[in-house]
């Protein structure tokens, strides 16, 4: 769901500067780009935060355990 949703606002947005002044189709083109761009670094942040709770939770147990 995260990774669908910024290109599809970007492509929404886009749609609208290009209806408002004209700029078909370079508004959907950028705007649906820099939505993907944004949509690719929430999810390596998604993968980076949810690595470093997995490796607390072990270290956790390896110290509950000596």
């Known amino acids: 769901m995260v990774f669908a949703a910024g ?15 004209g700029f078909d189709p370079w508004g959907k083109t950028i705007l649906s780009l820099l939505g993907f761009v ?11 935060k949810a690595t470093k709770d ?3 939770d072990v ?7 000596a």
């Open 38 to 48: 944004a949509s690719v670094k929430q999810v390596i942040d998604l993968i980076k």
């Open 7 to 21: 290109p599809i606002l970007g492509f929404a947005i886009g749609w609208w500067v290009d209806e408002k002044w």
């Open 59 to 65: 270290s956790e147990d390896t110290s509950n355990n």
């Open 54 to 56: 997995v490796s607390s």
